[in-house]
């Protein structure tokens, strides 16, 4: 079992930034966090939950959506069992609950139903 929790939502500004972290715990997470990919979706009023980011279980490798490529970076610090989100230059359009999830693999290709609650992340204009 694993659980995962959301931190760093808030109010931005258009063109500000914002770190979102996601740390896992459970019954023996410490063995088990680094062995899973990990992604972050988000959920804007009125629309369907879409995919963000994914990294590898090293972190060696992530994936983004068209949407936040070069502005958003994923990263994830297996010592901390904690994964990262840390988004510049943000647009309305980013205004949304944002949800850590892990993979059922190493590499976020199939997706667990282990989300975390989200976080509300809001940019103004």
């Known amino acids: 079992e694993v659980q995962l929790v959301e931190f760093g939502g808030g109010l931005v500004q258009t063109g500000g930034s914002l770190r979102l972290s996601c740390e896992a715990s459970?019954?023996?997470?410490?063995?088990?966090?680094?062995?899973?990919?990990m992604g972050w979706f988000r959920q804007a009023p009125g629309k369907e939950r879409e995919f963000v980011a994914s990294i590898i279980w090293s972190g060696a490798r992530t994936t983004y959506a068209d949407s936040v490529k070069g502005r958003f970076t994923i990263s994830r610090d297996n010592a901390k069992n904690t994964m990262y989100l840390q988004m510049h230059d943000m647009k309305p359009e980013d205004t949304a609950v944002y949800y850590c999830r892990r993979s059922r693999d190493g590499f976020g290709e199939v997706w667990t139903d282990y989300w975390g609650r989200g976080t509300q992340v809001t940019v103004s204009s």
């Open positions: 459970g019954s023996n997470i410490e063995h088990v966090y680094s062995a899973y990919g």
